[in-house]
Nanobody, 131 residues
Framework: QVQLVESGGGSVQTGGSLRLSCTAS????????MAWFRQIPGKEREGVAT????????YADSVKGRFTISQDNAKNTLVNLQMNSLKPEDTAMYYC????????????????????????WGQGTQVTVSS
C-alpha cells in the first residue's frame, strides 16, 4: 500500500521561506512523476510544480522564480519543495502527489499540473503566510 506523507509546513511572514518534503512508503517508481499541489477551502486543487524522473520541471506561473521542486535521494524521501519569497496568497494546504511512469514525456508536459494525472496523494501540510 502506497503512503505519501508531507512535512515542513508552518506559519511564516511575507517574504519568508519554507521547505516541504514528501516521504513515501510502498512506492518504488523512482522513474515516475511527482508533484506538489495546493488547495484553499472552496477552491479547486491547483498544481504548483512537477518533476519527472530525469529532473525536468514545470511550474505554475504564480510560483515561477520563487519555488523549486527537487528529487531527493535520501531514503524514502521522494520530493521537496523549496518555497522562497512567500506571499499571503501562497497560504493553502499543500499536497504531495506521485504517479508511476505510465505516461510519456509529451503527456506530462501537457497534463503534469492536472490533478487527474496522479495516482497517489498525501494528506497535506498547511502553509500560512501572514502579511
Amino acid at each position: 500500500q502506497v503512503q505519501l506523507v508531507e512535512s515542513g509546513g508552518g506559519s511564516v511572514q511575507t517574504g519568508g521561506s519554507l521547505r516541504l518534503s514528501c516521504t513515501a512508503s510502498g512506492y518504488t517508481y523512482r522513474r515516475g512523476y511527482m508533484a506538489w499541489f495546493r488547495q484553499i477551502p472552496g477552491k479547486e486543487r491547483e498544481g504548483v510544480a512537477t518533476i519527472d524522473g530525469d529532473g525536468r520541471t514545470i511550474y505554475a506561473d504564480s510560483v515561477k522564480g520563487r519555488f523549486t521542486i527537487s528529487q531527493d535521494n535520501a531514503k524514502n524521501t521522494l520530493v521537496n519543495l523549496q518555497m522562497n519569497s512567500l506571499k499571503p496568497e501562497d497560504t493553502a494546504m499543500y499536497y504531495c502527489a506521485a504517479t508511476p511512469f505510465l505516461y510519456g514525456y509529451s503527456q506530462w508536459q501537457v497534463r503534469g499540473l492536472e490533478r487527474s494525472f496522479y495516482s497517489y496523494w498525501g494528506q497535506g501540510t498547511q502553509v500560512t503566510v501572514s502579511s
